[in-house]
Each structure stands twice: as C-alpha cells, then as structure tokens.
C-alpha cells in the first residue's frame, strides 16, 4: 500500500484554510519522510499542550498553524543535504528526527550509518570525515534554510510573525544547544517550544511506541524542551482518547475540528491562488534544477488555455493544476531526482510515482478532486505509453493536454542535471516529433503561437 492511500476527506462548500493547508501537509511528510499524517499528528498533539497550558484562542490559531506549517521549509535543503551525506535525503531527514544531538555518541552513530551509502569505502570515509570537522557549521546552514524559508512560507500565506517566528525557531533547544540562533529558555517562542516537543513525540511515537515517547520527553526535559511544556503534555497524555486521536482514520477531520471555532478562517479565489504559488515553491526548492519549473509551467498553461478559448474562469482553475502537478516529486529523493547519469530500473520507478503521489494529495481536497487526476496525468502520452496509468488519447483531456505541452516544453529549455538548457528553436523542433504520439498538436500549435507573448 502506498503511503498516501488514505480515504480523501469530503469538504463542504465553505472552504477552510485549515482543510487546504492539512490536505497539503501530506506532501511535507514526504518530504521529510515520515509517516503519511505526520503534520496532522503534530497538530493533535500540540493542541492539547496549548489547552493544558491555558492558551486563549488567538494564541492557538498561532499555534495550530505553527504545528501545520512546521516542515513547511523541509525541502529547501534536501539538495545541500543529499550533497553533503550522498545517500536517500529523506532517509536522513527520518532517522534524524530520533537523534537526541545532545549526545555526541548518538550523533556521531548516526553520521556513520547513514553518510555515503552504497559509495566506495574511499568516498565514505571523505565524507564523514567533512562531517566531522564541519558539522556544527553545515547543521546550522542547513536548519537556517529550511526555517527561514518555512516561515517565509508562511508569511506569503498571509499569517503573522507568530506563527512565522514559531516555525522559524522549531529547532532551539531550551538549554541554549539548538540551532540556528541559540536562543534559550523563554526567549524561544512558545509556538516553538510546543511544536519542537510535538515533533520528537510524534516521530518516536510512529516508530517505537508510547512508552519510549515518555521516556523520552522526560529525559529532554530542561535541555531540549521546556519543562513546563512537558508537565503539561504529560497531564494531556493522560486523557481519555489522546492516543487514539492520532491513528489515521478520520485523522484530518479531527485536525479541523479542534481549530478554534472563532479564529476559523475562510478563504477565497484569491487566497486558493495564494496557497497554490506558496506550495508551488516549496516543490521547486526540492531541486536545484526545477527552481521555478512549476510557476514557468503554470505560465504557459495559462497562455496556451487562453490561445485555446478556455474561459478565464477554467483558465484560473486550470493554472492551480499546473502549479501544484509536481507537488509528489516532494517523495521522491533527491539521490535520484538531482542525479547526473542514466537512472537505473528502480529510480526510475521511483521518479514515476510522483504521478501517482500529486493525484492522491489533491484528492485529498474536494475542490480539487477533479483537477488531481488532470494535473497527475502530464506524464500520458496520445500513444498510450505514458504513466502513471497508460491513458490513450482518448482518456486524456484537454485540460491534461495543456499542463503536458506546457511541462514538455519548460523540461526542454531548462537547465538539467545531465545536459545544459536547450534553445527554443532546437526544443520545438524535438517536441514536433511527438505531435500526435506524447503531445498534442493543437497544444503544441497554441504554444507556438504564443511564444512571442511568453517573451521568446
């Protein structure tokens, strides 16, 4: 079973920014490569500590979107981090979450296990020797990234500096130890302190159980966590039904449910675009080379739609499908996606199934339940030899037909891995080959036609 085979949520007509925003955390832990609900689970978890604690509701809508949007800068450094240990990014981003950093010893087991696998021992030992003697400076790059860029996130989300500075600070331990700014004790934000808390007992939760998570937090008491934020997850550990809220069925309708009822906040056509550019970004980040493939591929699908006579409604709509139809490369390694050779066998089946993974996370939302398979399907062919599903032309729309003349075409003139960005002329000259086999010939007519209007 796939990670994300979970049941898709039914949304009423009245959109929440939570139901979008928990709908899309998925993406973000596989990203990190956790458990499918791991945002969610964080929630859950941070809520209670919020209540036990006495928040009024404006401080835990802060807080719920802090725990929501946590990991929102997760792939900022998975290429740095793939650069720097050579093996699976979001294998390193998972077993790091179990490491207390406090304890050399552990740290320094981790390095080794999980540093050059699969490499010659000569480039092992290279590696873990730079790890050794610049870890403290590349931890600390690689936690500013990835916070930085999240509470960025967050703020072009349209949220305050709460819950940018609650994401921003995640990783601070209370005993001045943590990173990136080594603040301490009540100088770390609450918002922080909850959702770093919430973080360690989720991921030992998934991975060993209530009993270690116990153990655990109270050992981290007074160094990484605040005290008083653990007396009061262990008074919320104790009520009836906290454990058994975090199991995955019906998980994100009881996310959304413990919102605060009067800070729910509706969103709007506008703030639908908003979301869909903000999540855009942090699929680009994955990689060096797709940096802003995703909002190029939304540009051109919205130029070829209106060159086609698609209505400015559908036009806008089909624009949300073309941001976010990579949002499933986030599960894919960047081992593999920033690799410079021929992909082997199983990479490749690993770079394919991000198809499948875009069409289960946003058909997670009901207001994009149709737009998930259109936008998952830009990997089909006319011919039938395409994937996820091998659709023949007469399965694929012209919606799916868009984003793929659009995404062939961004491909081509792009920078790769493996061969430099090639010219225009030359790049439509290789996608005429494919009129009527991969692409579309009226798309492709479109796209010609408007390349004077996209700048080339």
Known sequence: MSPLDLVPVTTTDELSLSSIIGALSYALDLTEGLPAGHSLRCCWIGMHVGQQ???DSEAQSHLYYTLLLKDAGCSSNAARLFELYGTDDRLVKRD???????????????????????????ERVNRILNLARNGEQFATELITTRCERGANIALQLGFDEQVANGIRCLDEHWNGRGKPARLDG?????NARIALLSQ?????????????VLDEVRKRAGSWFDPEVVDAFLLASRQPGFWEGMRNEGLQLRIEQIEPASKVIRIDEDRLDTIAEAFAQVVDAKSNFTYGHSARVATYTSVVAKTLGLSEERSR?????????DIGKLGVSNAVLDKPGRLEADEWERVKAHAAYSEQILGRMAIFSELAGIAAAHHERLDGKGYPRGLTADQISIETRIITVADIFDAITAERPYRG?????????????????????????ALKRSLPELGF
């Open 53 to 55: 604690l006495g928040m």
């Open 96 to 122: 790091f979450k179990l490491v207390d950093t406090d304890s050399l010893a552990r740290l320094g087991r981790f390095v080794m296990s999980h540093t050059g696998v699969g490499k010659t021992l000569h």
């Open 186 to 190: 009540h100088a770390i934000p609450m």
């Open 200 to 212: 360690v007992v989720e991921v030992f939760h998934s991975a060993e159980g209530c009993e270690q």
């Open 317 to 325: 709509w089909l624009r949300r499908g073309a941001l976010l139809h």
């Open 421 to 445: 960005a090639i010219p225009v002329a030359e790049s439509i000259a290789m996608m005429e080959k494919e009129r009527g086999t991969a692409i579309d010939g009226d798309c492709l007519d």
